[in-house]
């Protein structure tokens, strides 16, 4: 579980709306430590096609709460 803010975020429901991505073939969501925030989420992809950090982080974060948005996509090809 990672904790932003005090929220508790569990990875693996991040990971499954990421996997709902067509370009999207493997997803691990995890805590990237922050000293004021606690964690942030961060997600690691690997892609089957060519996509861009923005439209990963677009097509989750519009589809979660506030506290659950994702900070930053690391993209493996």
């Known amino acids: 579980m990672i904790k932003y803010k005090g929220y508790p975020i569990f990875p693996r429901d991040l990971e499954e709306v990421l996997k709902k991505h067509p370009a999207v073939v493997e997803a691990k969501v995890v805590g990237e430590p922050h000293p004021e925030f606690g964690e942030l989420p961060v997600a690691y992809v690997r892609v089957s096609k060519p ?11 519009s589809q979660v709460a506030f506290y659950k948005r994702l900070k930053k996509v690391y993209i493996e090809r």
Request: net charge negative; hydrophobic share 45%; proline share 0%.
């Open 51 to 61: 996509v861009s950090e923005e439209e990963l982080l677009n097509f989750v974060n």
